[in-house]
């Protein structure tokens, strides 16, 4: 008996919508109820008739979860609302001073104030839309107003409905959420990785966002991801008077939502949530780096209104910085591109914050004294901000009386030369210019993102590249061959062509850039500026002498003799010919006419800002005369907040310095 597709189309919608219900329980709920036999008999079938009918697959079934085929690259999206940013507080005396400002800010407002608190998950933000409850693209959030289309690498997270689970959908649903491994699952993952021989992911976050920017949505689906979603965006035909209904929502139509959310009735009821938080953070099933903070009445959060990219009714209350401990097997001394030399703490690897630590700083000799660490020390081991690994301090009741004191070397541990305290007596320094581990430290800063920019060329490549002798200081790169390049380890046939043509793109740098990429001692990014806007050319700042470097009010004497002794140098006067020779143009600063409004003002920028990139703010605001500073004091005259502030934001409120925002800031640049 021929079956008509009528019939054909019932079982398939009965299968779709028995297997996305069982999906939702599973995934969702945490809650199966037919064992994994009866699931793969499902879904066998439902497979089994998609294949003999394609034509009449829903777009909603759980088959199209498996991955569509490869693509070459990810299309870019503009969010319909942009996906902000939080501020951040670090301490119970920040988050009061977020307190603060939204009462001063909803004064007279005639609601309670009400917080909702939730896990700051440590993954990979995304918005999904929905039309007529159907899945229809999704998205990263990328810089916050334009994000990557990832929606075939979305469609396969099984706890994100295809279809949203309710009878009369929402014409429009934009739910925005976080995409993260359970630790458990990452630890699986990194087990089968070093079964297969494949480089293993820092930490979950790094292994969650790796698996959905995937090319290739068949490896994100072979990946254990969750999404929990957090808020919403554009909405049309539901509507919530409070972000905790909203989340309600979310529930009830088919998304994983945090349990440890919580609405409190005031700021004692927060600070109470936030040391359960700690308490609890190691025994969660994510890596959670703080508790969000927002206000749940939806009308008070338009009516506090946002700050550039950053909400004013919410914050982000980071967690103090992990610590672990663990043994200090080892101090090594680096040698950085100055001669600087800074002992480097060789660790029996520890997992602090989610990553894996082997290494840390130990700064400088000084800072190893008052730390009073020994070899083969129990040490405090953490990330500051959760990022940069260093050692806190030894355990003193850990000690066997084998541990052994540590000396900083007389001679460098890279060429074998004399070394020597600098004047001021913090750091050791080796002053052979030529020593191998400085010249690869100075190629490498020359070409990094602060100096001339060669993408695609790393430390390992440099130091390789000056290990083969291939080159012997960064003019040589402009002279490098594709053969030549091809001849070095792991290099593939793409890498070449991609790493001659930012070799390329680096020929043509502005002043400033090129300035700060010579390396010269005591000079970095603002003292480069500085000297670009003064001198206009690499030859007039290389013709200068000491008085007419010492008469700009930012340079001193020490300063001052640094960039004379550079442009003194023989060598110095080689590498700049050898630069013109292989094609580097010499940039013209071009001093902005006209008046100085800003003259003698100090200004701080914080944050991040929509329309300029920091660079492009320092330069217009250094345009009308203003000096950038780098921190807040009571010097300072204005502070330029964008999104994210810190700390910086905080102590100019204390201070009563005066704050722009990012639509002050252009009227202020417009005025000009």
Known sequence: MVRDNSDIEQELRELTDRINYHNHLYYVLDRPEISDAEYDRLFDRLDELERQNPELRRPDSPTQRVGAPPSEKFDQIKHSVPMLSLNKATSEAEFLDFVRRVQVDLKGDRETIEYVTEPKLDGLAVEIVYENGLLTTASTRGDGVTGEVITENVRTIRSVPLRLMIDTPPRLLEVR?????????????????????????????????????????????????????????????????????????????????????????????????????????????????GMVVKIDSLRQQRKLGELSRSPRWAVAWKFPPEQANTILENIEVQVGRTGILTPVAHLKPVRVGGVEVKRATLHNEDELKRKGVLIGDTVVVQRAGDVIPEVVSPVIDKRTGKEIEFKMPTTCPACGSKVAKDPDGVYIRCNNIHCPAQVAERIFHFTSKSGVDID?????????????????????????????????????????????????????????????????????????????????????????DIDGLSAIAEIGPIVAESIKSYFSDKATTEFLQRLRKGGMVFPVEQTAAGPKPLEGQTIVITGTLEDYSRSQAKKLLENLGARIASSVSNKTDAVVVGANPGSKYDKALALGIKILDEKELKRLLEAK
């Open 456 to 544: 695609g060329l790393g430390m390992k490549l440099v130091e390789q590249m000056t290990q083969t002798n291939l080159i012997s200081d960064a003019a040589d790169l402009y002279f490098v061959t594709k053969d030549q390049l091809l001849g070095m380890d792991r290099m593939g046939e793409k890498l070449p062509d991609n790493i001659l043509a930012a070799i390329d793109h680096s020929r043509t740098p502005d002043l400033p850039h090129l300035i700060n990429a010579l390396g010269i001692c005591n000079v970095g990014e603002h003292l480069a500026g500085v000297l670009a806007r003064q001198f206009s050319t690499i030859d007039n700042l290389a013709a200068a």
């Open 177 to 289: 959420g976080e995409v993260v491994i359970t630790k458990a699952d990452f630890v699986k993952l990194n087990l089968t990785r070093e079964e297969n021989g494949e480089e293993l992911f820092a930490n979950p976050r790094n292994a969650a966002a790796g698996s959905l920017r995937q090319l290739n949505p068949q490896v994100t689906a072979s990946r254990p991801l969750v999404m929990l979603a957090y808020s919403t965006g554009l909405i049309d035909g539901a509507d919530f008077d409070k972000h905790s209904d909203a989340l309600e929502y979310l529930k009830s139509v088919g998304f994983k939502v945090s349990n440890l959310i919580k609405v409190c009735g005031g700021e004692d009821c927060v600070v109470a949530e936030y040391a359960q938080f700690m308490e609890e953070r190691p025994s969660l099933p994510f890596d959670v780096d």
